[in-house]
């Protein structure tokens, strides 16, 4: 069973969906004036990288992005100082500018429409495409582009020309705020709002109950959906009170214990997520191979709905327990398959080994949740580790040495117990003037606060 919880009541509003308790899907909805994925801007082209066959364009208000040539259409000069429209189809982080298109996408209940393209795609949920496909290419002017999506599968054709002439009015509509600027800027911005998110959920999952923490909220839920079961729960942190705090928390953390014992750790670098499937403490009864078997398998379930929960995307290794059975090797792979068919992301097999090494790709629109919720360690500096207690007491073994030569009077350092254990542990400087300072802190560190000669 399938609920939808919505916490609206604050600034910052969170829509999850739950089955059985578990946490599925989530989004996070906050005020930013950052760019967003979707935001169509009037954009001028600053710089043509020909060996890149790029081109670096100003969005505006200091915000710059990156486009490929080949995704701005014949109808759009391509040259230094042209002017276009370009819509932002994937965030920028802080090595990598916003990555832009000038095929701009508008997006509606039906289907999406494209402008700068030509072609039909259908969603691979709808099982009888070729009706649907004849219909639109007959409605299609050049230029014109549709992804249809899964909720057109019993439409009428009068429904489908309706929402297609919407969209038309929206490009056509922009071209013409566009042709009145004289300089770059936002032309529409993609900013959603709670509702919008909570509309997107309730057709992907079709819960059987809504649950939301704001009466204003609850009544326009009412009025747009007035078959399905609207909650209304008052409580300052609705999230915390049905236990969905301490699963979002725990999408932070590199471990996931699965229930039959068996567990996942996984981690982010700069290139790659890489997920590691571990037997742990499962304690199988058959044979190795059917017991590796077994952990994998089970395990897909989990790894997908971490991927869509901590938002992953581009590729992704995951390292499944090596040792299978051709059989069950094949197994494997049909779960995985079968697995990426329900994502609503694009989600793409690149390979599965023999050893079990599985590459996916995924795309990527937005920041992860890691990205969007987390700075990184101020003392680690992101690496996930600290200096030990004795690399600190070599390092201030050494800077005594220089301090010493001056010949001071007294000395002040503040340091952990571990650390000063470790320094004393060394029988060295054992009468230099150190006036010691004992510091209650769990990280390592050492600082010589005071020298006087």
Known sequence: MKKLIIN???IEKRVAVLEDDTLIDMEIIRPSEKVQVGDIFYGFIQKIDRKMDAAFVDLGNQNKGFIHLKDIPEIFEKNQGAKIPVQIVREGSATKLPLLSAV????GDLLIYLHGKEYVSISKRIADKEPLKKIM??????NEAVIIRSNAENSSNEQLEIALNQAREKYQLLIKDAATRK??????SAASGVFTSAKQFIQRYSPTEIMTDDFEFAKTLEVHFPNREIVLK????????IGIKSQIERLSRPVVHLPNGSSLFIEKTEAMWVIDVNSSRFKGTAAKEKTVESVNIKAVPEIFRHIR???MSGMIIVDFIGGMSEAGHEELYEAIERQSREEYTTTQIAALSQSGLLQLTRRKKQQSFLEFTTIPCPVCY???????????AFQLE??????MQGEPNSIQIITTEDVLDAFLDLNTFNHAPIDWEVADERIPFYQIARVEN
């Open 104 to 107: 701009l996408e508008f997006p």
């Open 234 to 241: 008052k409580s300052s942190d609705l999230f915390a009170d």
């Open 137 to 142: 290419e007959l409605l299609l002017d050049e």
């Open 309 to 311: 929960l901590r938002n």
């Open 382 to 392: 992101g690496t996930g580790h600290v200096a030990s207690k004795d690399t600190l």
């Open 8 to 10: 609206a009541a604050h």
């Open 183 to 188: 300089k770059p800027g936002l032309l529409l």
């Open 398 to 403: 050494r800077e005594l040495a220089g301090i």
